[in-house]
């Protein structure tokens, strides 16, 4: 079997940043379902932070607030535009997941900003 890293190998280590925003979402998951959230709403707001994702093109601990405010500013120009309450919802959702993000009591800050953990 080839490995990763050897010539001629056809098998590649995945990207670093896709399987480490993979873990973190998962982590969030495990986290809310902890709290007893409702399951609609724990895939709800993993919806939201992939789209905002896909959104920005990177991850949203890189995101600045520009691209924050215009991905949710985009959200009132849609045919029907999406209400006040739905708009909040979604940003306090996204605000939800950049603290849990930077919550120094996981231990993934540092890696969630594309550094190396001290």
């Given at each position: 079997m080839a490995t990763a890293g050897r010539a001629g190998s056809n098998v590649r280590a995945p990207a670093p940043a896709p399987?480490?925003?993979e873990a973190v979402l998962e982590g969030w998951s495990?986290?809310?379902r902890s709290?007893?959230?409702a399951r609609k709403t724990v895939r709800d707001r993993l919806r939201l932070v992939g789209r905002f994702a896909e959104y920005a093109g990177t991850y949203p601990r890189q995101g600045t607030p520009e691209v924050v405010e215009a991905y949710f500013a985009a959200q009132f120009t849609k045919d029907p535009p999406a209400a006040h309450?739905?708009?909040r919802g979604r940003q306090n959702d996204l605000e939800l997941f950049c603290s849990f993000i930077t919550d120094s009591r996981y231990g993934?800050?540092?890696a969630t900003r594309?550094?190396?953990p001290r």
């Open positions: 399987v480490m925003f495990r986290q809310q709290r007893l959230l309450s739905t708009v993934r800050s540092a594309g550094e190396q």
